[in-house]
């Protein structure tokens, strides 16, 4: 565990607790995560992970901008959920990006878990992508990632981080059942 890693852990939560309360300086703020933890990811060949937070760097500027400028009314998305066709294209997206990443990595590179760490990639996007959008759905595909993810952190030996996608994962449990309470849902 290095002193980088923690601060970036520390952002994490800040930006994840600031998401759920729906408040846009999760965008900011989780920037700065991204662009820290591409470093540390680099650093122990998690390739796939480490580019991963370089197009979160990108989502985290669209996120922003959607929370902030977006929706009819250019103030702000509100929660919504994904109908059933654009949520099963979502999630076949992952899968492509999966593989395609993953035979890449396998190919390519040194990658320490280059499949596993290419589906969890893969994924992120999409639920990183419907986070952006406001879109209730995020929140039960990060539960299932960030348990992927703490497994994996494990193995790598990044402790602090295991601990913070344990966090993640409650955190994302809280902002499912914030989300589906939300007034733009229920009327």
């Not at 890693?5 to 600031?18: R, T």
């Not at 470093?39 to 500027?61: C, G, H, N, P, T």
């Not at 497994?151 to 059942?177: H, M, N, S, V």
Request: charged share 10%; proline share 3%; hydrophobic share 60%.
């Amino acid at each position: 565990m290095s002193g980088l890693e923690l601060f970036a852990a520390a952002l994490g939560v800040i930006a994840v607790w600031l998401t759920v309360k729906q408040n846009p300086w999760c965008w900011p703020i989780g920037l700065v995560m991204v662009l820290l933890y591409s470093w540390i990811f680099y650093e122990v060949k998690l390739y796939s992970d480490m580019l991963l937070q370089v197009v979160y760097a990108v989502l985290q500027l669209y996120g922003w901008w959607q929370w902030t400028r977006g929706g009819a009314q250019h103030q702000g998305r509100p929660v919504s959920q994904l109908q059933a066709s654009a949520l099963l294209q979502g999630l076949a997206l992952g899968a492509l990006g999966s593989l395609l990443l993953g035979a890449a990595m396998a190919h390519w590179t040194d990658a320490a878990q280059p499949w596993l760490d290419a589906a969890l990639t893969a994924f992120s996007l999409v639920a990183q992508w419907w986070m952006a959008q406001k879109r209730v759905q995020c929140w039960p595909l990060w539960v299932a990632l960030d348990v992927i993810f703490v497994g994996l952190f494990i193995y790598k030996a990044l402790y602090l981080t295991a601990a913070l996608y344990a966090l993640f994962t409650l955190l994302a449990l809280q902002g499912w059942r914030t989300w589906r309470a939300d007034p733009a849902l229920q009327s």
